[in-house]
């Protein structure tokens, strides 16, 4: 575990003019002569010691994709960053919905920042790190200068390796906890349901969350539960269900990927069928993530997803509408092969790169690396109090940038541009997941309820699927894939809307794999077979 207090003053000498200097005058020292004898000599006074020079300044730009509000580039946020590590900061925060497409006109451009924000290692961060646009920075990670980078597992750092260069340093995220359906359990209660179990059970609740007024307002204005366009919100009903997972097999014994699967094939079947009902709203295919969440958290649909502990104000945002919500994870399905639980996550999420022209910059790198090995070391849960000077100035200051109430951080739009987390926005990297306090920022009972069933559910012996392709990089899988991926999605989006039928699965498959997705599928296993990896449940 790193301990947070380590870094104690660490960096106070990036941010401070250093005074010393060589004493003069009545400042320093004086020179007190006695009566002597002729001949008689003087012995040299000693030198001050020279002072170390100031730290050279650095202006240090930034390209990054953002799901929170863009805060002004003058907060106090801002401006406690330039000051405690001797920079000119200038973040060009964008929403994440925009960055792909302003990122790669800013890459075309040649104009590229010092720091440049993935959401993840998309085909253009492998074909731009391949060109050469980015920094190598396996010196770095060797060096064990920087106790975060440090922590970051093997695995993950082959998913940013192109050529055997390390092209970006990832942010920690869970393996627990990922987005996963839950259910208003109050609406299963005061309609005499139980949970369901099976997808033929889930299209009776969602039935029922439509057609039997679960919200007893006397209206016909519920939903069984709340999906978008690209068919988000897919109801994945655990890993055998799960359109990216690679757990099924082909005749061949291989490896393929959950959206050609026959589980995702019983999935799509049973999205036909609630279309066809009109248990979700007929507009979902031209819906968006955000009109699709705010269905579910203003009361009016009964099924949704969401991570652990839950995205900010969402729990408040119901528990206002529906004072008596109530809030479960929907726990997933027993598979045909006897597995129960979730596809885990790939341990992080968002990385940054470093722009190519920096090497002849070593300084400014470093200084860089410093402030990303600040913001990313983890502070364990009885240090994350307002006395811990570096807690406090990362979020800004107590009473400033946030509040803390029984023992919670309590943080307000208002104190966004006065944290400095809000500009560099790294998240901490943590042991392990049980490290993390689920609980740190939550202020609803109806959060917490949530939050602890859901930590009840992950915690479960063998609950977890450790995908093996998270350990390997394939690049006809980063570039040809994800191709490929946009067909899929659009013909299973036509057979659920009954364009076309499920007879049309197989042809999809057949065309999938005749097209470059059977190379894939090689290219893959034969990566897997190559690290010695397969999947497993944990």
Avoid at 56 to 64: A, D, G, Q, T
Avoid at 184 to 208: C, F, H, I, Q
Wanted: hydrophobic share 35%; with cysteine; charged share 25%.
């Amino acid at each position: 575990m790193v301990n947070g207090n380590k870094k104690k003053g660490m960096f106070v000498g990036l941010s401070m003019v250093l005074l010393l200097s060589a004493c003069t005058g009545g400042g320093g020292a004086t020179e007190t002569e006695a009566p002597k004898d002729e001949g008689e000599t003087k012995a040299p006074v000693a030198e001050e010691p020279a002072a170390e020079p100031a730290p050279e300044k650095f202006e240090i730009s930034m390209f990054k994709g953002v799901w929170a509000a863009i805060p002004p580039n003058d907060g106090e946020g801002l401006k406690a960053i330039n000051e405690r590590f001797n920079v000119d900061f200038k973040p060009q925060l964008v929403p994440m919905g925009e960055a792909e497409q302003k990122l790669s006109v800013l890459m075309a451009s040649g104009d590229i920042p010092d720091i440049v924000g993935f959401e993840s290692p998309s085909s253009n961060f492998y074909q731009w790190a391949g060109q050469g646009a980015f920094l190598p920075l396996n010196e770095y990670f060797e060096s064990g200068e920087y106790e975060t980078l440090n922590l970051i597992p093997d695995n993950v750092l082959t998913k940013l390796t192109v050529d055997g260069k390390i092209y970006a340093i990832p942010q920690y995220f869970r393996v627990k906890y990922r987005n996963s359906p839950l259910i208003r359990k109050d609406w299963l209660d005061k309609l005499g349901l139980s949970m369901p179990t099976n997808y033929s059970e889930l299209l009776a609740v969602s039935k029922a969350f439509t057609e039997q007024d679960p919200d007893g307002n006397g209206q016909n204005d519920t939903y069984g539960f709340a999906m978008s366009s690209g068919i988000d919100n897919e109801m994945q009903m655990g890993a055998y269900y799960d359109s990216g997972t690679w757990l099924h097999k082909n005749d061949k014994g291989q490896l393929i990927p959950g959206i050609i699967s026959n589980g995702s094939k019983e999935r799509i079947q049973f999205l036909r069928d609630v279309y066809a009902g009109g248990y979700v709203h007929k507009d979902w295919p031209i819906m968006t993530y955000q009109d699709a969440r705010n269905l579910f958290w203003t009361g009016k649909a009964g099924i949704y997803y969401e991570g652990t502990p839950g995205g900010k104000g969402l729990f408040e945002q119901l528990a206002a509408a529906v004072p008596n919500a109530v809030i479960e994870p929907l726990p997933p399905f027993v598979a045909p092969d006897g597995s129960q639980g979730y596809q885990g996550l790939s341990g992080f999420y968002l990385l940054h790169t470093l722009n190519a022209e920096l090497a002849d910059q070593p300084e400014k790198v470093k200084r860089i690396l410093e402030m990303t090995d600040f913001f990313a070391t983890f502070i364990p849960k009885e240090q994350a109090n307002p006395d811990n000077p570096d807690y406090d100035w990362k979020w800004g200051g107590l009473g400033k940038g946030y509040e803390f109430t029984d023992g919670k951080r309590v943080l307000t739009e208002e104190g966004a541009t006065k944290r400095p987390q809000t500009y560099f926005m790294t998240a901490e990297w943590a042991p392990n997941d049980e490290a993390v306090d689920m609980s740190s920022s939550i202020t609803t009972p109806l959060q917490q309820a949530y939050v602890d069933k859901s930590v009840e559910m992950w915690s479960k012996p063998n609950f977890v699927y450790i995908d093996p392709t998270m350990s390997v990089n394939s690049e006809i899988y980063n570039t040809k894939y994800w191709e490929l991926h946009t067909t899929l999605i659009d013909e299973q989006t036509k057979m659920i809307i009954g364009d076309q039928p499920m007879d049309a699965w197989e042809p999809m498959v057949e065309s999938f794999l005749s097209n470059g997705g059977q190379d894939v599928i090689d290219d893959v296993n034969a990566k897997i077979a190559e690290a010695g990896v397969e999947g497993r449940w944990q």
